[in-house]
């Protein structure tokens, strides 16, 4: 990201901040895309991805007045993000445990047409194998975050968040190429 | 590795698609509406909590000073009686 659209995004923020709500409504156009991704990359499921989204959003919208730094939006955003998904998964576990699904309701293929590539299909396989965690560091680092801006939002060291995602990327890649088999 | 970079793309892709038309607005409307119900809320929590406790003092206290006035008139009728009795004997 270039110094001027870092200024434009730290006004945007600013903004927001003061309850404007035009650029509040300019930033979630902004990343409305970026954090669909990432949330789906988290919980695997395109049909719980905009529901997720809106959740993220409207936690933004109610605690940007609280964000010190506004340069600091973006890492913010992903660590709002990932608690979200993160909160999602850990309600349906919870869900499951006191609601038990009969065992053709437990893990409901997506619905047809969800998914029209194999490659797509492999990965979504592959990220479903791995602890949500893991899946959220991956898609942390394919949103473009820096080591040192991984470990601040895991809460760990910089040298904990490298071995973590050697290993993630590592069987990322078995299932994925196991899958893809 | 290309072929997982191309997987992300696809997934970052299919992801975006599910976002549909009119979505910020509807962000927007959601985050409006669950601001009020908050705010009225957390002061309806603030008003049935300080009631409560009013509630909570203002019966001790009638249940202390009850007390405290059936001690001090049984104290009462006592002396008066002695008095009485002491009036009698002169």
Not at chain 1, 4 to 17: E, I, P, W
Not at chain 1, 120 to 128: E, S, V
Not at chain 1, 163 to 177: D, G, I, N, S, T
Request: glycine letters at 4%.
């Amino acid at each position: 990201m270039d110094e001027s659209s870092t200024t434009s995004l730290g006004d945007r923020v600013r903004r927001a901040q003061r309850g404007d709500e035009v650029a509040l409504r300019e930033l979630i156009v902004a990343y409305q895309h970026r954090v669909a991704g990432f949330t789906y990359a988290i919980t695997g499921r395109s049909d719980s991805v905009e529901d997720i989204v809106q959740m993220v959003f409207v936690k933004m919208a109610r605690a940007i007045a609280r964000l010190k730094a506004p340069e600091q939006f973006e890492p913010w955003l992903f660590r709002l993000a990932r608690n979200t998904c993160i909160d999602h998964l850990r309600r349906q576990k919870l869900r499951r445990i006191f609601i038990p699904f009969a065992p053709e309701h437990e893990n409901v293929p997506e619905p047809s047409g969800a998914v029209d590539t194999e490659e797509l299909d492999a990965l979504r396989h592959a990220l479903a194998q791995l602890r949500p965690k893991d899946r959220a560091l991956l898609a942390l680092v394919q949103e473009g975050r820096s080591h040192a801006e991984i470990a601040e939002t895991f809460k760990t060291s910089v040298a904990a968040v490298k071995a973590r995602l050697h290993r993630a990327r590592e069987q990322l890649r078995q299932h994925y190429h196991s899958d893809e088999n | 590795m290309k072929t997982e970079n191309h997987a992300w793309e696809r997934l970052r892709e299919h992801a975006a698609s599910q976002i549909s038309p009119g979505f910020p607005d509807r962000v927007l409307r959601a985050a409006r509406a669950a601001a009020s119900p908050l705010l009225i809320s957390h002061l309806a929590m603030c008003a049935a909590t300080a009631a409560v406790c009013l509630v909570a003092v203002a019966l001790y206290d009638a249940r202390i000073s009850g007390d405290e006035d059936a001690t001090n008139i049984a104290g009462w009728g006592e002396i008066a009686a002695q008095a009485s009795d002491l009036e009698q004997g002169l």
